[in-house]
Structure formats: structure tokens, C-alpha cells
Nanobody
């Protein structure tokens, strides 16, 4: 059984920063790609970022490139999302997810486990 618990969301002004964390249970964390997705009200779930099993490859959605950074600490079973230069359009519920694969993927159907989500609100 894999459980993912996100933390670090909140309210921030435009231009500010937040760091999300996702703690995973289980002993297989280091074998799999991890990803972050987000969903704003009335919109479809959107890919944000992913990192492969070893952490040496990352991939970002176009809307966050150059502003967000994904990283992982396999010793702590934790993946992070550093979000800088936040914009009001970044407002959404952010979800951590564990892929079914070790390599990077950006499709939600590649991810078998999801956290409960953490709200990020960026005010203008």
C-alpha cells in the first residue's frame, strides 16, 4: 500500500514562492518516477513536473518551465516542488503522484497512486 501526503500549500502573493513536499510510504519509492499535477476549478488536471527514479532527469509543463523545480530525496521518501515567481494562474489544488514506471511520464494514466492534494492560492 502506497500513501502520498502533500504539504506546503497556502496563500501567497504574486511573485512569491512556495515549496511543496510529498512524503511517500512504502519501500519502493526510489524505483519510480514521481510527478506533480494541478487542477483548478472547472479545468482538467494539468501536468506540472516529473522526475525519474534516480532524480537525474526532470520534465516540466510549458506553463511552469523556468519557474518551478522538482527534486527528490530517496533516503527520505520525499519529492519536492519549489515554486518561484508565482502567478495568479498557478492557483489550483496540487497533487503528488507516483508513476507505475521508473522513467518520466506526463500522462495522468501513467500514475497509479495519488495524494489528497494541497491548495495553492496566488493573489494578485
Amino acid at each position: 500500500q502506497v500513501q502520498l501526503v502533500e504539504s506546503g500549500g497556502g496563500l501567497v502573493q504574486a511573485g512569491g514562492s512556495l515549496r511543496l513536499s510529498c512524503a511517500a510510504s512504502g519501500r519502493t519509492f526510489s524505483r519510480y518516477c514521481m510527478g506533480w499535477f494541478r487542477q483548478a476549478p472547472g479545468k482538467e488536471r494539468e501536468f506540472v513536473a516529473a522526475i525519474n527514479w534516480s532524480g537525474d532527469r526532470t520534465y516540466y509543463g510549458d506553463s511552469v518551465k523556468g519557474r518551478f523545480t522538482i527534486s527528490r530525496d530517496n533516503a527520505k521518501n520525499t519529492v519536492y516542488l519549489q515554486m518561484n515567481s508565482l502567478k495568479p494562474e498557478d492557483t489550483a489544488v496540487y497533487y503528488c503522484a507516483r508513476s507505475s514506471y521508473s522513467s518520466i511520464g506526463s500522462r495522468p494514466d501513467e500514475y497509479g497512486y495519488w495524494g489528497q492534494g494541497t491548495q495553492v492560492t496566488v493573489s494578485s
